[in-house]
Structures are given as structure tokens and as C-alpha cells.
């Protein structure tokens, strides 16, 4: 069955260095999510992917963050100058068809310790 | 803004048993989701119930959806070990952003 896979699984870095993480969403999929879940809360929305470009963003979303599709596989985030407090579980999700499918299937997650 | 918020958030029951998780929300919905996510690991999507649907089904879980209570259930009948985990609603209004609940974590015991 396919899923969205993500690499690494966790990823350690110093306050205010860049980090990328990456996702693999499922491969006929057209929308892609960023989420995230710091230890003990809710999963958050971060932003939303569509045609190449956001098609929705929360407002956690800001200008530290970025993402891109570099080609036709791998869809990515990054965080410029990371905070103590982005230490999180990012999640990438992704979903088939609008109007027939909403489910959205997530991978696995990068845990991101920030010291 | 809408919300899912599930209740109890924490259940503890025996194997065998069946466990129900209810879930409210703030605001209309397109879709409302359930997920499941072992300790420290990903999230599983279980079923996805519209709008307009009153019940849905698949293998052991059963999710009811009441809109005009803004509100909806998971039943896990016949629980296991195995389902010790959190179980999450998430709502959408048009097939984008997921808005989580914090989650009901649940403990099956053998």
C-alpha cells in the first residue's frame, strides 16, 4: 500500500541554524500539508501545498518557514533560523483528488530537537 | 474557529471491551476524520465520515456523525491490546486544513 514517507526521522540542531525536512508524499497525490505537534499537544496545521504553490497557511507559518516541491517526488520544509521552541514532530500529509477523496494520509514524522 | 475536542481524554478499559471516544466541534464541517497514533509515532488515518453521512463502518469501528450537536463518536468494539494508542478527530470545512482535537488516549488492558 503506498505512503508518504519522511526523512530523518530526527534531526537534532543548534538555535538558529537552518534545518530541511523532507517528505515523499503518495506518488498521485495533488495536495500536500505540513503539521506539526510539539510533545503533549494538539497536532497543528502549518501550511498547505497545491499547483506548485501555498494554498493555505496558519499562522504559525511564518516567514522562518518555506516550502517547496523541487520535483516530481520530494516535498519539503524549511525552517531558516530555528527556535528553541520549534522543537516539534513535523508531519507531512498528502491527499488524492479534490471532490472525490479528503483523506489525508500522514507519514511517519521527523522528531526535531532544537538545543 | 472550529475545533475538534474529544472526551473522555483518557479511558481505560479490559480486552473484549468495547470503548466509544466522542468528539465536538465548533463550526459546520465537510468532513470529519479519526486517527489513531501510537506513543511517540505517526498518525493513522482510521475513517473519514461526511457532512452528510449519519454512520459509517469499517471492521471493527463504527463513527456516527450528528451535525446538528456538532458532534461525533468512535466505537472500537471487541477492543485489544493493540489498540492502546490516541485517537484524534480531525474536522475540515473544505478539504484542506485539519483542525485536531487533543485527543483521547486510550489504554486496553489484557
Same mark, same amino acid.
Given at each position: ?8 526521522s530526527?534531526?537534532?540542531t543548534?538555535?538558529?541554524q537552518?534545518?530541511i525536512?523532507?517528505?515523499?508524499p503518495i ?23 497545491y ?5 493555505e ?13 523541487p ?16 522543537s516539534?514532530?513535523y ?7 479534490a471532490?472525490?477523496?479528503y483523506?489525508q ?6 522528531r526535531?530537537?532544537?538545543? | 474557529?472550529q475545533?475538534?475536542?474529544?472526551d ?26 479519526w486517527?489513531?497514533?501510537? =506513543? +511517540? &509515532?505517526?498518525? /493513522?488515518h *482510521?475513517?473519514?465520515?461526511?457532512s452528510?453521512?449519519?454512520?459509517k463502518? =469499517? +471492521? &471493527?469501528?463504527? /463513527?456516527? *456523525?450528528?451535525?446538528?450537536?456538532k458532534?461525533?463518536s468512535?466505537l ?27 485527543g483521547t ?6
Amino acid at each position: 500500500e503506498p505512503e508518504v514517507t519522511q526523512t530523518p526521522s530526527h534531526q537534532v540542531t543548534q538555535m538558529g541554524q537552518e534545518v530541511i525536512l523532507r517528505c515523499v508524499p503518495i506518488s498521485n497525490h495533488l495536495y500536500f500539508y505540513w503539521y506539526r505537534q510539539i510533545l503533549g499537544q494538539k497536532v497543528e496545521f502549518l501550511v498547505s501545498f497545491y499547483n506548485n504553490e501555498i494554498s493555505e497557511k496558519s499562522e504559525i507559518f511564518d516567514d522562518q518557514f518555506s516550502v517547496e516541491r523541487p520535483d516530481g517526488s520530494n516535498f519539503t520544509l524549511k525552517i531558516r533560523s530555528t527556535k528553541l521552541e520549534d522543537s516539534a514532530m513535523y508531519f507531512c500529509a498528502s491527499q488524492g483528488q479534490a471532490g472525490s477523496s479528503y483523506e489525508q494520509y500522514f507519514g511517519p514524522g521527523t522528531r526535531l530537537t532544537v538545543t | 474557529s472550529q475545533q475538534g475536542e474529544e472526551d473522555p481524554q483518557a479511558l481505560s478499559i479490559q480486552e473484549g471491551e468495547n470503548a466509544t471516544m466522542n468528539c465536538s466541534y465548533k463550526t459546520s464541517i465537510n468532513n470529519l476524520q479519526w486517527y489513531r497514533q501510537n =506513543s +511517540g &509515532r505517526g498518525l /493513522v488515518h *482510521l475513517i473519514l465520515i461526511r457532512s452528510n453521512e449519519r454512520e459509517k463502518h =469499517s +471492521g &471493527r469501528l463504527r /463513527v456516527t *456523525l450528528d451535525t446538528s450537536k456538532k458532534s461525533s463518536s468512535l466505537l472500537i468494539t471487541a477492543s485489544r491490546a493493540a489498540d492502546t494508542a490516541s485517537y484524534f478527530c480531525a474536522t475540515d470545512q473544505a478539504g484542506t486544513a485539519l483542525i485536531f482535537g487533543k485527543g483521547t488516549t486510550l489504554s486496553v488492558s489484557s
